[in-house]
Each structure stands twice: as structure tokens, then as C-alpha cells.
């Protein structure tokens, strides 16, 4: 690929990002039927679904087909990333795609089977000499130093799904609804890492008129739940996440609080709790942040049964369980941390059994 023109060896690299979806099938919307819960319909979008097992392969496709497009991807750019989470094995599963050197800039400490997914997909990875915090900046001085494009998930990566024409999670989830017996959703309920789900979701809403309300899920140390309750912009925390994937120090610039109708902080043992639950009594192999999701759409589901509501709710598996077998899985890890899901389990047995939720 590399005599032809650069147009169109671009045209030709964009095609294969595009093609990268088997079949160009959307992810699966999966009904999860609760036996005390009959007026209203529970549905889970199956992002582990994608090849690199996490949502990040939409947000890291998006980023990718912007690049190309921009001449900041060329037939011989190396490619870095700041992370040794989905995004990395995402960025290198494109990178290897189209021939590119991929190299993710991690933070010590960072565990050998997390490595050993970068290595998978072709992915170099180099640990950073500074603080976690500042893995960021050195990944983007190591691009400038390579010639290198840096993929910057939090800068760009709201504005790369936005702009990319591909059809999003949330043109993908009405059209799925289509055929069910309550196609608009009363609530979409999401958690927020970049923001870019959050907000190609509200502005889909906005967009068609629907009158369906997104909520947003927030975990413990998270910025995100207090700068939208204050209206500050710039919250920060200082202290980072325990669930991967959301919840940030501070607030980033693809979060767009404007369009979240309700923001719901989620305990991380009632994460954890949920993650369970959904693991043993509901058969389903997902990460931490969809126990977050699914905690935040059980008080939903309670509140419309409340109000006497019919309707239905959709959320997000976001990724599989497998990555978190030694942590948010592992009992010791778990309580090591000083969490207790113990309660929350109990809350969410409750709610399964009777529908009623005995929380707010
Ligand atoms: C990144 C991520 C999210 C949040 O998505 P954003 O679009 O980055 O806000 C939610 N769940 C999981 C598992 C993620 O990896």
C-alpha cells in the first residue's frame, strides 16, 4: 500500500477500519426478563460483542477513520496511545490492520495479562517513567519525538464519533427497538469515560425528537457526577476511578452535561454487587462498569414501577468479564480494597424477586 498515491492508499485504509466489523452487524441488544417485573421491558446493548471484547473498538475506529482522513495517519505513521486499558488493545487491533506500529505508553504496576492483550492484537507497550497522571503527556511527547500520531481518546474521541458518519450505539439501539413492544426506551442509562457514548446518545435524541431521558451512571471519585450537579466545568477529584472505563478525576472535554436529564452515583460495592449478580443468577459475563449500569437502571426500572409506568430501559454492557478474573471477581481483591457488596447484593435480590427498591 505504500507506492500509491497517499489519497488513495487513505481511502483505501478507512474501507479496511470500516470492514473491520464482522459482517458490519451491529452489537447484540440483548431482553434480560425479570420475573416481578412484567410492564416493563429490560434490554442490555452487548458491546463485548466487538473483536477487541470492549466498546473502545467504536470510539478507536472512529478515531482512526478521522485521522486518515486528516492526513494525521499515513501509510507509515506510528501510532501511540496512553493507556494500558481497551483502548490500547483496540489501537493496536487497527494499527496491525493497516501495517502501522502501534505503542501504548502504560503506567507501572500495570499487570502482565493486561500486557499480554496489547501483545495480542501486535501492540508494542513501554512504561512510563512519570506518575500515572502524566502518562498522558509523555505518550504525546513520544509521538511528537516519532512523528507519530497520538490517539487521544479523551481530547478527540467525542469529536471522532460525532464526525465519522458511522452509525453510532444509539442509531443502533432505536433501530433494534423497532420491533419491541415499547420501541422508544422511557430511559437509556450509560456510564461516562471520554463522554463520547453519553454524547452521541443525547444527541441522537435531540436529533430525532424522541422524548426517551438519558441517565448517566457515575462511580465513586469520579468528577463527572459533581460538575454536572454544580454546573462547574472544571470539577476535578484528583483521585482515579475503580471502575474501569468511567468515572474520571476531572471532567474531560467530550463530556457534555447539557444533554444528561439525571445523574445517578453509583456506590463501587454496589458496582461490584451488581457485576455479581448479573455473573450468577442472570448468566452474564460482563465488566464492572455494566454493574454500575445496570445498579443505576434497577432504581429506574423501581421508580417507574412507582409512578405506575409502562415503558422500557435500555443499557450498556460495555465489556466481558474475563479481564477482571483477579480483580473486581476476586473476593480477596475486592475486599482488600475495603468494599462490601454484601448489602447491595441483597438490594438487588430484592428488586429481582419483587421489584421494589429499597435504596432512594
Ligand atoms: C469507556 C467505557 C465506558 C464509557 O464510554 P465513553 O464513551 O468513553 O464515555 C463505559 N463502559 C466501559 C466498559 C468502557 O470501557
Known sequence: M??????????????????????LAPTPLRPLPLPAIRDVGIYLKDESAHPTGSMKYRLVRAMFCEAIASGAIRSDTPVIAATSGAVAVAGAHFARLLGLVFTAV????????????????????????QPPAAVQEEARALAERL?????DHFGDGERAVAGCGEPTIADEIFDQMSGEPHPIPEWIVSGAGTGATSAAIGRHLRRHGHPTRLAVVDPENSAYFPA????CGDYTTGMPSRI??????????????????????VPDA????ALRWLRTVAGIEAGPAAGTNFWGMCYLVARMR??????????????????????????EWVRARGLDPAPYEADIELFARTGDWPVG
Open 147 to 151: 512523528g507519530g500520531h497520538f490517539l
Open 106 to 129: 502504560v503506567p507501572a504496576k500495570t499487570p502482565a495479562d493486561v500486557l499480554a492483550r496489547i501483545e495480542g492484537e501486535g501492540g508494542r507497550w513501554q512504561v512510563g517513567e
Open 306 to 331: 412507582r409512578a405506575g409506568m409502562r415503558g422500557s430501559v435500555v443499557t450498556i454492557i460495555g465489556d466481558g468479564a474475563d479481564p477482571y478474573r483477579n480483580t473486581h471477581l476476586n473476593t
Open 2 to 23: 505504500t507506492t500509491e498515491h497517499p489519497n488513495s492508499w487513505a481511502a483505501e485504509a478507512i474501507r479496511r477500519v470500516r470492514a473491520g466489523r464482522p459482517h
Open 270 to 273: 454496589a458496582s461490584i454487587a
Open 244 to 265: 474501569p472505563g468511567i468515572g474520571r478525576p476531572r471532567t474531560e472535554p467530550g463530556f457534555l452535561p447539557a444533554v444528561i436529564d439525571l445523574m445517578i452515583p
Open 228 to 231: 454536572w450537579v454544580s454546573g
